[in-house]
C-alpha cells in the first residue's frame, strides 16, 4: 500500500466551478501536511500547508482529517491558470524533510 | 537570488556511464535532498542531506551516491547507469526547522530529465 494516496483525474471543472479531491495517508504518525502545485513538466512549487483548523488562502481551502488520515484540497471559482496536477505531501515528526508524495491528482479547467 | 539550479536540464547516457547531476542553491538552507519522479508515482526520495557534511539515504537510493561538502551544493552521482535509472530528478532544498525559518517550504531546481538506454 502506498504511503499517500490520491485519485489520479483528470478532474474536468467547467470555469468559474468549484473542485474538490481528497489524499488519504498512512501513517499515523505524519505531523506535517502540504499541497505542492505541479504544471506540465516542470517542478513542483508549494501550493499551501495544511493545518489541523483547516486554513484558507484566496480560492483555495484546504482540510485535515486525522482521525480518517485525509486531507483535501477545494478550489473555488476556477481558472484556467488552476490547471495542473496537485501533490498531497506529508511528512514524518521523526524526519523532518523526507517528505512522502503522492502521485498526483491532474485538473483541467475548461472554457 | 537564483534559487534552486540544476545542470544539466537533458542527458542521455548508455548503460555503464557514470555522471553527475550538480545541484546548488544560494538560499544558505541547510537542508538538500534529491528525488526522482516517475510517470504515475510520486516523487520518491534519494538521498537527502541536513548540512554540510552530512548524508543520508532515502527511499531509493541504489545505484547513487551523494556528497555535501559545501551548504551550496549537492551532487548526486549515478555510478554505473542502468535503464531504470531512467528519470525526472528533481533536487530540493529548505531551511531546518531549528533555524526558526519557512520550515513548510521545499524549493525545487527545473530538473533534470535523464534518458539511459
Known amino acids: 500500500r502506498k504511503e499517500v494516496e490520491q485519485d489520479p483525474g483528470p478532474f474536468n471543472v467547467p470555469e468559474g466551478a468549484t473542485v474538490a479531491f481528497n489524499c488519504t495517508y498512512s501513517?499515523?504518525?505524519?505531523?506535517?501536511f502540504f499541497w505542492y502545485r505541479q504544471d506540465c513538466r516542470k517542478e513542483p512549487k508549494l501550493l499551501m500547508s495544511v493545518y489541523s483548523s483547516g486554513n484558507e488562502d484566496g480560492r483555495f481551502t484546504a482540510q485535515l482529517n486525522r482521525a480518517s488520515q485525509y486531507i483535501s484540497l477545494l478550489i473555488r471559482d476556477s481558472k484556467l491558470s488552476d490547471s495542473a496536477t496537485y501533490l498531497c505531501?506529508?511528512?514524518?515528526?521523526?524526519?523532518?524533510?523526507?517528505?512522502?508524495f503522492g502521485a498526483g491528482t491532474q485538473v483541467v479547467v475548461t472554457p | 537570488n537564483a534559487g534552486v539550479t540544476q545542470t544539466p536540464k537533458f542527458q542521455v547516457l548508455k548503460t555503464g556511464q557514470s555522471m553527475t547531476l550538480q545541484c546548488a542553491q544560494d538560499m544558505n538552507h541547510e537542508y538538500m535532498s534529491w528525488y526522482r519522479q516517475d510517470p504515475g508515482m510520486g516523487l520518491r526520495l534519494i538521498h537527502y542531506s541536513v548540512g554540510a557534511g552530512i548524508t543520508d539515504q532515502g527511499e531509493v537510493p541504489n545505484g547513487y551516491n551523494v556528497s555535501r561538502s559545501t551548504t551550496e551544493d549537492f551532487p548526486l552521482r549515478l555510478l554505473s547507469a542502468a535503464p531504470s535509472q531512467t528519470s525526472v530528478y528533481f533536487c530540493?532544498?529548505?531551511?531546518?526547522?531549528?533555524?526558526?525559518?519557512?520550515?513548510?517550504?521545499?524549493?525545487f531546481g527545473p530538473g533534470t530529465r535523464l534518458t539511459v538506454l
Open positions: 505531501v506529508v511528512n514524518m515528526a521523526d524526519s523532518w524533510g523526507k517528505l512522502q
Open positions: 501513517n499515523s504518525a505524519s505531523q506535517s
Open positions: 530540493a532544498s529548505s531551511y531546518s526547522p531549528a533555524s526558526g525559518g519557512g520550515r513548510d517550504t521545499q524549493y
